[in-house]
């Protein structure tokens, strides 16, 4: 595809990484400008989007959504160096939000990072549609270059286009975290799920692989969620 250029952008001076759930969940609102989610919008439009079959294969969940899926290296480059997100997961810009040191940012990332995979989807949900609770998966991916750098994925990345203020309702990303004890048995309540809300342009990153927790997209009422997703890979 043709993508639209990353313009315009908020200064990376005026964006950072907050880490809304330890370890967990690191969010960036305001990543995508509302000029640029609208453009990337109706170019998306326009894209041949599939509907995923409403019977999953045995394991996994139920996902009903229409997407469009492409290997394409250089998007996951200017997604990843053409934006402030580099900089700022590696920590190299002036203010992240994080705070930490080079080991805390390896153990948070699980790696050192080098870059998005290139596997980059467009999910589309419109009224009715949802995907269920699951746990995303690890994969390991080559990035190509010269060398090419073999890489495994460790976060999600998703960049919302869509919220409330642009008519989507519903489409609420849940986790729901599990309670940290040995016993099988807890008679603890589980803890609350967590709920992160639609916003215009926010990055959403989740760790997943071994560390992922049980998440899901609640159905979309109104409107039309639009998302784009990749991943985080670290060096294998």
Not at 112 to 139: A, C, M, T
Not at 167 to 192: A, H, N, R
């Amino acid at each position: 595809p043709n993508w639209p250029a990353f313009a315009p952008l908020i200064p990376e001076s005026d964006l950072s990484l907050r880490e809304t759930l330890s370890g967990q969940i690191v969010t960036m609102p305001n990543f995508f400008t509302a000029t640029l989610c609208k453009t990337y919008v109706s170019f998306l439009s326009l894209l041949p989007l599939a509907t995923t079959p409403g019977k999953p294969k045995r394991g996994d969940a139920v996902r009903v959504n229409d997407r469009f899926q492409i290997d394409d290296p250089a998007f996951a480059e200017r997604l990843w160096s053409g934006t402030s997100l580099r900089k700022l997961v590696l920590g190299t810009a002036e203010n992240d939000g994080l705070g930490m040191d080079a080991a805390q940012r390896r153990e948070l990332w699980g790696g050192e990072v080098v870059g998005l995979n290139p596997n980059i989807r467009i999910y589309r949900y419109s009224k009715g549609q949802f995907f269920d609770q699951h746990y995303d998966d690890s994969n390991n991916v080559t990035l190509p270059g010269s060398p090419s750098v073999p890489a495994r994925t460790t976060w999600t990345l998703l960049l919302y286009l869509t919220s409330p203020a642009t008519g989507c309702v519903g489409g609420e990303t849940v986790f729901y975290p599990e309670l940290d004890t040995g016993k099988k048995k807890s008679k603890e309540p589980p803890p609350e799920p967590f709920v992160v809300e639609l916003e215009v342009g926010l990055a959403l990153l989740h760790r997943h692989g071994a560390h992922c927790m049980l998440h899901e997209g609640r159905e979309v009422t109104q409107g039309e969620k639009w998302v784009i997703r990749s991943d985080l890979c670290v060096k294998r």
